[in-house]
C-alpha cells in the first residue's frame, strides 16, 4: 500500500518569488515603450 506524504510543500520557494517578480516588472517596464510603438504607429497611418 503506498502512502501519501503529509508535509507537502504547497507555498512558493525564495526562487519562485524572485522569477515572479522580475516577470512582473519587465512587463511593467515594457508597457511604456509598446503604448509609444502604437502610437507612432498610429500616427503614421493616419498621415
Known amino acids: 500500500m503506498k502512502t501519501v ?4 510543500h504547497r ?3 525564495i526562487v ?4 515572479i517578480c522580475s ?3 519587465l512587463l511593467l517596464l515594457s508597457l511604456p515603450a509598446i503604448q509609444s ?7 503614421t497611418a493616419c498621415k
Open 37 to 43: 510603438a502604437h502610437d507612432a504607429a498610429r500616427n
Open 5 to 8: 506524504p503529509t508535509n507537502r
Open 16 to 19: 519562485e518569488l524572485a522569477v
Open 23 to 25: 516577470a512582473v516588472s
Open 11 to 13: 507555498g512558493f520557494t
